[in-house]
């Protein structure tokens, strides 16, 4: 198990479903401004599409330092 997590396969695996996140967050954020706007009923939307992005974001972060380290 070890070996499969250390690889550099599973960190650009890791480093895709990162970008796939930021994008999905990206596009829930613009969708919900076109929507409804900056009102208190689109707060979960906000927060959760932030949250994706910052997934993304991170796993961009841990592929820089994986790939330092080897």
Same mark, same amino acid.
């Given at each position: &198990?070890?070996?499969i $997590?250390?690889?550099? +396969? =599973?960190?650009?695996? %890791? *480093?895709? !479903?990162? !970008?796939?996140?930021?994008?999905? +967050?990206?596009?829930?954020?613009?969708?919900?401004a &076109? @929507?409804?706007?900056l009102?208190? @009923?689109?707060?979960?939307? =906000?927060?959760?599409g *932030?949250?994706m992005? *910052?997934l993304? $974001?991170? %796993?961009y =972060?841990? =592929?820089g330092?994986? %790939?330092?380290?080897?």
């Open positions: &198990m070890r070996r $997590v250390g690889s550099p +396969g =599973y960190a650009r695996a %890791r *480093l895709v !479903t990162g !970008t796939v996140a930021m994008v999905l +967050g990206l596009i829930l954020i613009v969708r919900m &076109m @929507s409804v706007g009102q208190l @009923s689109g707060i979960p939307a =906000y927060v959760l *932030l949250a992005i *910052l993304g $974001v991170f %796993r =972060y841990e =592929y330092v994986a %790939r330092r380290n080897t």
